[in-house]
């Protein structure tokens, strides 16, 4: 799944996604018109090969159309109605390339008009070739798999044109051998043709998404403060579109902290990958014997911070009740001096380190952005008098604070 930083980036990708999409309809049409009035067997297999993208692209959009229709009998949508439009083509593409490829080696030979097909050939060639490259360079600037993807056809679509153009030449000083190039670009044709239906096939038979992307979502799972791992992950194409069902360990012993984490997981999968339409989060939760505890601080040493957006550090307590020890350091908060979005950016570095306690000063009246980010992601959240807190810090081993209520006095 393409990840982009910005929304700029993807406005970018878009454009040029539909740039190839017209560039391809051109290169099609120009060399099938070509093809024609040259006699050029090769230069038609070609012309086809460039279109089997196009002839993809047209059976994911009647698809997606079909997609969007809802009936009773189909609960989980019309989804693989794209899969049977896209087997449609690949059959379509595998044939032509079995009738560009008879009539190559059982056909009468064919002698093309040399002097109209290879300047349109080198032309295409060129034009293929540049685009291709650039849609790599693209691709890897946007950080799209589609584009770098889009980009490969290209290439590929390049490769073959060579082809037509070295039947061409040869033909040019007296070697007719453009038969046998489209032969060669029959070949490719089928390729197309295959790699569509076993694509095609792999959604019918609810294969599973690929590696990288499931990667990428448990990745995305695993960064959640209260998910510990991800215990086990099945996913299922459905047209195109994914669905998956993820088993996560909790280190929370509420359920309702469980569900609510496994919920805003559910909504946030599909807004952060758009081709999974169905997300199952089942939480399997427990209080472990680790509990890491953040509270702010004025300095290393020092007293606990009034306000915890502006605390200049934290201390950050690794507790481990198993072996009855506590690992203390300090973290320098990096946005406390932020004039802009304090509380979101405090409240994001907090929860990259994944907390299940965080520590409030009593004096500390409102709650801002980063709390709220915490409490909403299930970070328990205490209410610490200074007077208890500096004396646990001074003699327990363990860090045990007493939460107090927020109109108690302060002692």
Known sequence: MPSFETQSELKAARKRAAVSVALNISLALI????????????????????GTDV?????????????GRKHPSFPYGLYKAETVATLVTSLAVIIAAYEIGR????????????????????????????????????????????????ARDYLADSLSTGVVLVGLIATSIGWPVDRWAAAAVSL??????????????????????????????????????????????LSRTAGGRFIIDIDVIMHTPSHQVADQVADRLEEDIPKEFP???M??????????????????????????????????????????????????EYLENPFWQEKRKKGFLVGRWLLSLKPDQLGMSENDKQEGTAVALLRE???????????????????????????????????
């Open 31 to 50: 060399k099938a018109i070509v093809a024609v009035k040259a006699n050029s067997s090769a230069l038609l297999g070609d012309a086809i090969h460039s």
């Open 55 to 67: 002839l993809a692209s047209a059976a994911a959009y009647v698809g997606l159309w079909v997609a």
């Open 103 to 150: 009539q190559a080696v059982l056909g009468p030979e064919r002698l093309p008009d040399v002097a109209l097909a290879l300047p349109v050939t080198v032309f295409c060639l060129v034009v293929a070739l540049v685009f291709g490259l650039q849609q790599l360079r693209a691709g890897e600037r946007l950080n799209s798999p589609a584009l770098k993807a889009d």
């Open 188 to 233: 490719f044709v089928f390729r197309a043709g295959g790699v569509l239906m076993i694509t095609a096939l792999k959604d019918l038979m609810d294969g599973a998404i690929d590696r990288e992307t499931e990667r990428e979502i448990i990745k995305m799972v695993e960064a959640c403060p209260q998910v510990t791992g991800v215990k086990k992950c």
């Open 275 to 277: 081709r999974v339409v």
């Open 279 to 328: 997300a199952r989060i089942r939480p399997h939760y427990g209080k472990g014997h680790v509990t890491k505890r953040l509270v702010p601080m004025t300095g290393p040493g020092g007293n606990l911070a009034a306000h915890m957006g502006s605390a200049p550090w934290f201390l950050f307590e690794t507790i481990d009740k198993k072996e009855m020890s506590v690992v203390r």
């Open 377 to 411: 992601s299930g970070v328990e959240i205490e209410i610490v008098s200074k007077a208890n807190f500096m004396t646990n810090l001074a003699v327990f081993p363990m860090a045990d604070y007493t939460s107090v209520p927020e109109n108690d006095e302060q002692n």
